[in-house]
């Protein structure tokens, strides 16, 4: 991916997408944690301690709206401990599970199968009669396991060594992440082994854990992005409440949805996992609602980074970043609407004209989210003058999941999303 130089080209370098590769990071990263947190304490360098510091026993929880940049930030910090020697992994749940029925038995799998894969890429010794008891556990009938044209009972009951044995029996292991992502009843059957079972899945697991650790002389590190993308958004409580999460023997990092912070059941968790909130980019002060331009500037580099200046007109973007709100994924999709605007006009710059029909875009879709007009509308100018949570916990949720409100700075107040708060005070 390159930066920008002409209007066609900004379709695709502002794909919403999280950075990801180590080039397109060094080219397009930009530092936004004092604009989230109003300081500089950082919830990322957090993360960082937590889970590099010997015997912390913390599980954190990392909280943010969708199209905060989340996924960027883990991306990066997973490079800060790859530098570090740490092995790590990054569950894309989006990918890797069924988000509408995805348990903590899934988790668990994905937790054994991700250390599986990095003793595999490690080359690290592990016992073939200990590999294929765990293949047994999980897959219960392996009669129909094939290695190297034998019968993986047959190999194990003469001691025949195979070489790359594990990398050549990990398919089937890849075979039941995909059974319980898309098969149902097999999927059930898999989860209620894990279920009775439970203490075994975990010795597979610390196994793995304790293997990983005597060669590597570094404990493994799992990161489970987009998890906070469950459907409905509530089943991340029962998720979590399954306390056998928050008590990984390595360090584990799991992403939760920053609407269920303001949950009754929220208060269960607590003891149980540290919770880092990720905070929208301020682009207005909770004071006066005037501009915030440390906010309003930093993403303007974070633009800058990938598109030339002169493929905007200044007045333009700067409605554009105050108007989404301080979410990037909210910017980047109206800078894609804007560009195509711009290109089918034939122009080389995106101007207003452009900008006000990819706002109004987003508000169209914005607003259907938008229930019982009278009644949320005297919610949302509520949170909008006080810049705080109203006490009717099943609104506020809702207004959270639809990102109608967002949520800033380490002190954690709230205002409604720009777009909102034109339409309501303009009907």
């Not at 913390?58 to 990066?76: A, D, F, I, Q, Y």
Request: with cysteine; charged share 30%.
């Amino acid at each position: 991916m390159e930066k920008a130089t002409q209007i066609k080209a900004i379709i695709q370098v502002f794909d919403k997408r999280a950075l990801k590769e180590k080039k397109d990071i060094d080219k397009f990263y930009h530092d936004t944690i004092k604009e989230r947190m109003g300081n500089n304490d950082s919830p990322i360098d957090d993360l960082f301690e937590i889970c590099t510091t010997a015997d912390n026993q913390s599980v954190p929880l990392l909280m943010g709206h969708r199209g905060c940049g989340k996924s960027t930030e883990l991306n990066k910090l997973k490079l800060r401990f790859e530098e570090e020697g740490f092995p790590v992994v990054i569950i894309d749940c989006n990918l890797e599970t069924d988000l509408f029925n995805v348990n903590h038995f899934d988790i668990l799998y994905l937790l054994f199968f991700s250390l599986l894969n990095i003793a595999e890429k490690n080359n690290i010794s592990l016992d073939s009669k200990w590999v294929v008891e765990a293949l047994q556990y999980f897959k219960s009938d392996i009669s129909d396991v094939i290695i190297d044209d034998k019968n993986i009972k047959d190999v194990i009951g003469a001691g025949i060594n195979i070489p790359d044995f594990l990398k050549k029996i990990l398919p089937f292991f890849v075979d039941i992440k995909t059974e319980l992502q898309y098969n149902f009843s097999n999927s059930t059957v898999i989860k209620t082994k894990i279920e009775r079972e439970t203490k075994k899945c975990l010795g597979f697991i610390n196994e793995l854990r304790d293997r990983i650790l005597f060669k590597l002389g570094k404990k493994p590190i799992i990161i489970f992005e987009d998890l906070d993308k469950i459907i409905p958004a509530e089943r991340a409580l029962d998720i979590f409440s399954y306390y056998v999460l928050g008590q990984m023997q390595f360090p584990v990092i799991y992403t939760f949805p920053i609407s269920l912070s303001y949950t009754e059941r929220f208060v269960d968790l607590e003891g149980i996992y540290e919770f880092l909130p990720l905070p929208m980019i301020k682009v207005k002060n909770r004071e006066d609602n005037s501009i915030c331009i440390a906010g309003v500037e930093s993403l303007k580099e974070i633009v800058f980074k990938r598109a030339e200046k002169k493929l905007f007109d200044e007045n333009a973007l700067q409605e554009l970043i105050v108007k989404t709100g301080g979410s990037i994924r909210d910017l980047f999709l109206c800078i894609i609407q804007s560009a195509k605007q711009a290109r089918n006009r034939g122009s080389e710059k995106i101007e207003q004209q452009d900008v006000t029909i990819a706002l109004n875009g987003l508000k169209a879709d914005m607003t259907r989210r938008l229930e019982s007009k009278d009644e949320n509308y005297e919610k949302l100018l509520s949170i909008h003058k006080n810049k705080t949570k109203i006490e009717d916990r099943e609104s506020m949720l809702k207004f959270l999941r639809a990102h109608l409100v967002l949520e800033y700075n380490s002190e954690r107040w709230c205002d409604v999303h720009p777009l909102i708060l034109d339409f309501i005070t303009n009907e």
